[in-house]
């Protein structure tokens, strides 16, 4: 009977190579592509979050790799990234040679919504996702594009939510009369028309000084004597990092100070600014409470003290240079958790399919950024950040706290108005 | 008309098109040979002004931006459809280059500055938030239209064609001769009976529709830009210094620029880019140095040996 | 607001003329514009920053050494570039690329060795508070740049026109081949003067973070322009007129940061423009033969 057995194992092995897959056709590795500016005016904001991302991507693959749904296991994650050197125009040659030549199945954005904005017809075009991570002009989303779903931060114009709102307590406080400084950019300018709106619909405050400069202002001298000869109660400020760093120092130099002041990026970049000195003068002012200032109790994923250990750790490990733990490198580790969180709802690779599995995520996944909430055009509405009054502790600047103060149901004291 | 032409014609001009036609059908990186495509006009607009008469123009993205943002308007206020509107960008081009005309008066290195002070001045006008009505202002530019890419690729070519012959007609032309020799000696030239004044505001022109009808076709591929893209120094500087690497005043100089440097750039940004921007200005300083007259005198050279 | 616009104008002003002055002096002896002047200031933001704050010495002693260091900087890089360069077709236009390829050099080499990040220097360390004047107050930073400027326009002006070597250096700017047919060795010359050039650019880098606000290697090209924006203003070739186009730059610009604050960056550029073609000798300078 030995011929028989032979036969039988032979059928049955043919059988077993014949019949379907359990796992239809899943890939060997999940190949995601990543731009990042190295070199240039970006490299600042982008290398850390890049950074992150392969951190992120390296403790997922030691662990085997990500799980997707609809292949039942996990896949190793390849991350192939490109340098575009801060040039909108490379991007976009960079982003079609990661869709047309890489072929990769998820495809993320540079930092910036300058960058960003090579890679959304690029990605339009091919039909692909664009899972952009920091870009938030409200120019990217639209009803009639399905391919881009913004990740770590609020659109532009409802990023700043909580200043443009608690511009109607600011009466109840004691404050007549508002100015308004900002940056002409996209970024800032949308912000300063939120709450340039808001003030002017409310009968108790007046405007009495409302400036725009260029982006590229880096002295601020004269401009803070003429918002002083105004004479305002509240001064709202909306700049880039070197104009903040600019601004602060000119408030330093000419020994000014107001009774109520919000910086844009007084809580985002707070170790920049004590690098540089000015701190100081951020002491009883007011800024949105950036996740990588202000710890959240994520649901999902690692808490901020946890992630700056492990992505200061990865940085020393790796040799890297120059690259400081910020919001930035958060939204990378962002960008990672939604990745993950979303293949594991997703049936396949298909990219409508992808974007179906990220809006399920919608309004459920809470992380070290705040709750994910998606608009129907794949702008982030979540994530907002409260308001928060930056105080000095007992070595001034060095050890401060963060009071928050709007809105109510994340309130933890009272505004001090005016600031001592 | 010598047989020079037509012989320059179908050795330079052809191949490089049929070159250009073939390659999306092996390389799928569309955008890539697109941009290709916009340094190579670039570079030869350039090369009429520098060339021809003289003049280096470090502000000459001033009219690829000019070309791209007259689409943009005509495209979101008058509705106009794009091939329309790519010819519009053209007219925007050349008005700026009337407007700038004056600046043709100047010598040397003030020509250079000012007319980079000249593109900076428009950029600074487009981006401004009061003219974000018309312009967009700092918010760019967002432009709806179907996508067809083949359509806008086999216009770039048809541009690259046109100001490849019109660089290859001076060569050989009257006119061009005439220019030649008033940039290398305005005094006697004149004394000979050459109009340089307007000679020199012809190509100048010419250069500039140039750029601006290929920063049109720019802006209809790109379709949603911030003004700092199409208004990149960079475009300035890479056309200058490829058409210098390959050689000013030829033809195929500038072609061989576009196609060795562009194609290290982009290699490099896939795989060493921090080395870029210091490699880069090395290079710009050795061929001043060492090659100002590019390449393809290395070739005349060894030619006439 | 208007007398307060003026008079900062006029401070600031003349830090301007100190930004301007070193790339006139250059361009009027070989008639090359130094396209990375900017970038010497930057070098010279980064030395005062290490200075300053690494070192914290003394303000004189640190612009002393900035002079000196770059002077003697800038002499090598006048001998390495220059007679090559002026044996070209058409020097004065290669000369902007040329250069442009060295300040692209020196900030992506500042930038891989230190990063990109903002960089600043507290103004307590120049020492003295906000000086009030007209009821609003002006950084102390302020005044004592422009002391220093007026004290290295001083020194230039002592150099050109009560010394053996600056009497040649104007020989040389007014007319060259002459200047070479009397017997001046226009190299040695030249590169005296190049390397002054490089040391008050470094000089007024020591100040620029102050009246700057922050700095990162990429400052550099924006300041060529209105570097060269002061000089055309004042007059090309006239170190001194520098002083005044100094001053009319940055009255201008603070009058339009009260007034038209959006459109501040662009008065500059409308001005270089304005002036090269209405007055391209400048205000102060002689006509300069047109093409």
Known sequence: MQVKSWLCATACLLAAALSPAMAADAPTEIKIGALYAGSGQMAAASTPLHVALEYWADGL???????????????????????????????????????????????????????????????????????DITGSSPNFFSADNPYIVLLALAATDRYPKSIAEFVDQMPKLGIKNVAILYNTADYTAFQAIAVRKAVLANPNLKLVFD???????????????????????????????????????????????????????????????????????????????????????????????????????????????????????????????VIENALAEANSL???????????????????????????????????????????????????????VWPPELATAKPLYPAP | MPKAF????????????????????????????????????????????????????FG???????????????????????????????????????????????????????????????????????????????????????????????????????????????????????????????????????????GRLVVWLASAVAAGLIGAVFAWRASTFFPEAVFDLNFSIFAIVFTLFGGAGT????????????????????????????????????????????LAALFRRKGAA | MLAYALATGVIFGLYFALVGVGMNLVFGVMRIVNLAHGDFIMLGAFAAFWLFRGMGLPAPVVVALCFGAFFLIGLPVYYALVPRLQRAAEPEMLSLILFFGLSQVIEAGVAMLFGNTERS?????????????????????????????????????????????????????????EAVAIGIDVHKISAIAFGIGTGLAATAGVFAPFMLGSFTPSIGVPLDLTSFAVVIIGSLGNPLGTVLGGMIFGVSLMLMRTYFSSFADLLPNLVLIGVLLIRPSGLLGKRVRHA
């Open chain 1, 350 to 404: 298909d990219q409508l399919e992808l974007r179906r599995a990220v809006f399920t995520l919608s309004g459920k996944l809470v992380t070290l950024d705040g709750p994910f909430i998606l608009a129907p055009d794949g702008s982030q509405s979540g994530e907002i950040l409260p308001l928060g009054q930056i105080m000095p502790g007992k070595n001034g600047a060095k050890d401060y706290s963060i009071n928050i």
């Open chain 2, 251 to 294: 033809l195929a100089g500038p072609v061989f620029g576009v196609l060795l440097l562009y194609g290290l750039y982009n290699f490099i940004g896939v795989s060493a880019p921090q080395y870029f921007q210091l490699g880069f200005g090395l290079l710009i300083m050795l061929l001043v140095l060492f090659f100002p007259q590019g």
């Open chain 3, 121 to 177: 220097i507290p103004s307590r360390l120049l020492g003295g508070g906000p000086v009030h004047l007209l009821g609003q107050t002006i950084p102390y930073a302020w005044f004592y740049a422009a002391g220093v400027s007026v004290v290295m326009m001083f020194g230039v002006y002592v150099y050109l026109y009560r010394t053996q070597l600056g009497r040649q250096t104007r020989a040389i700017m007014a007319q060259k081949q």
């Open chain 2, 60 to 198: 000459y993205v001033g009219f690829f931006g000019a070309g791209a943002y007259g689409f943009s308007m005509l495209v979101t206020l008058a509705g106009a459809p794009p091939l329309l509107a790519v010819l519009g960008g053209g007219a925007a081009a050349v008005a700026i280059g009337l407007l700038l005309s004056p600046l043709l008066r100047l010598q040397g290195a003030y020509f250079g500055l000012a007319s980079l002070a000249a593109a900076q001045a428009l950029l600074q006008l487009i981006a401004n938030p009061n003219l974000s009505d018309l312009t967009g202002g700092p918010y760019g530019v967002k432009l709806t239209l179907p996508y067809t890419p083949r359509l806008i690729y086999i216009l770039a070519l048809v541009i690259l064609a046109v100001t490849m012959t019109l660089v290859a007609w001076l060569r050989h032309s009257r006119f061009g001769l005439q220019l030649k020799a008033a940039r290398d000696n305005p005094i006697a030239a004149s004394m000979a009976g050459i109009d340089i004044v307007r």
């Open chain 1, 211 to 337: 400036r725009g400069v260029p982006a590229n202002t880096t002295d601020y001298t004269l401009l803070v004597n003429n918002v002083q000869a105004a004479q305002p109660d509240a001064l709202l400020e909306f700049g880039y990092p070197a104009n903040e760093i600019a601004f602060l120092r000119a408030l330093q130099d000419n020994g000014s100070k107001f009774k109520f002041l919000f910086t844009g990026y007084g809580l985002t970049e707070m170790s920049l600014m004590q690098t540089n000195g000015v701190a100081d003068q951020l002491m009883n002012t007011y800024a949105l409470a950036a996740a990588a200032s202000y710890p959240r109790k994520p649901e999902v994923g690692l808490d901020l003290e946890h992630l700056r250990e492990a992505f200061e750790k990865w940085v020393e490990d790796h040799h890297q240079t120059g690259v400081e733990f910020g919001f930035n490198a958060l939204a990378g580790y962002q960008a990672g958790l």
């Open chain 1, 61 to 131: 693959n030691r662990n085997g790799g990500v799980f997707v749904k609809g292949f039942g296991k996990k896949i190793p994650i390849k991350l192939v990234s490109y340098d575009d050197q801060s040039s909108p125009a490379l991007a976009a040659n960079l982003t079609n040679q990661l869709i047309t030549v890489d072929k990769v199945d998820i495809l993320l954005a540079d930092s910036t919504s300058v960058m960003t904005a090579s890679a959304v017809p690029v990605a339009r075009d091919h039909k692909m996702l664009l899972w």
């Open chain 2, 6 to 57: 037509p012989r320059e014609v179908a050795m330079v001009i052809l191949p490089l098109l049929l070159l250009f036609a073939i390659l999306p059908f092996v390389y799928d990186n569309g955008l890539l040979l697109l941009n290709f495509v916009v340094f190579l006009v670039l570079a030869q607009g350039l090369n009429l002004t520098y060339g021809f008469a003289g003049y280096l123009p």
